[in-house]
């Protein structure tokens, strides 16, 4: 790279400007005047081949994003820690209002393989972070069905974690909030939605619905809740 060869990045900042803005200009200039009111928050894994707008076929001003290792909600246990993940679901939901909760995982999660396989010592925080799947490991070797089916119990466990914060709860009791599980299969191009009556998660090819909503207790197909 040298300073007559401009970085690719820097190639694609200038794209977005000329060959996107210039189509969108009138959108980006509404949600300025009115401000943002999207309805829904999507709260996705990290993982670079999660793509949220592609996947909804939505635009600016439709999401907002909350994105971590796993896409994990850590547990209301009244720490109130400098948590990002918990002071952006308070901002979507007191601040935006929004109407939908979407939690999405995926295929070949890296933060499920590690919750199983561990992570170098030196990643203190991340090793922390991930024992919030604990509760969705099976106690077998992680074979790739058993880490889908882990992948999956994931996305349950933290709808599980946001109905335990009161403010979630409460407007979930009261028709104001759904909550919805996603899983992505990466290489099938198919989200699963999760359907609380069926126990399971369905492709959303098939299902009748984006993932049931309002929330209730998820029961494995043994009887037992997660
Ligand atoms: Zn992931």
């Avoid at 999956?152 to 599980?181: C, D, F, I, K, W």
Wanted: charged share 20%.
């Amino acid at each position: 790279m040298t300073a007559q060869e401009p970085d690719d990045l820097l190639l694609r900042l200038r794209r977005f400007r000329s060959d996107y803005f210039p189509r969108h200009q009138q959108r980006f200039q509404d949600l300025v005047a009115e401000g943002q009111h999207p309805k829904t928050l999507f709260i996705g894994c990290s993982d670079s081949r999660l793509m949220p707008y592609l996947l909804t076929g939505t635009g600016p001003g439709e999401l907002f994003i909350i994105r971590n290792v796993g896409a994990f909600v850590p547990p209301c246990d009244g720490s109130h820690g400098l948590h990002g993940t918990v002071a952006a679901i308070e901002f979507a939901l007191l601040e935006l209002k929004v109407e939908r909760i979407v939690v999405c995982g995926h295929s070949h999660c890296g933060a499920i393989r590690a919750a199983y396989e561990g992570v170098a010592d030196e990643a203190v925080a991340l090793k922390s972070w991930l024992r919030l799947a604990d509760e969705a490991l099976l106690p077998v070797r992680p074979s790739p069905a058993a880490l889908r089916r882990s992948e999956q119990r994931a996305v349950v466990l933290q709808l599980e974690r946001l109905m335990a914060y009161p403010m979630v709860r409460s407007r979930v009791e009261r028709n104001a909030l759904t909550l919805h599980g996603w899983h992505y299969v990466i290489e099938e191009g198919e989200v699963h939605v999760f359907d609380a009556q069926a126990g399971d998660f369905l492709p959303a090819s098939l299902a009748s619905n984006a993932g049931t909503g309002p929330y209730q207790p998820y029961v494995e197909h043994d009887g037992s809740i997660l």
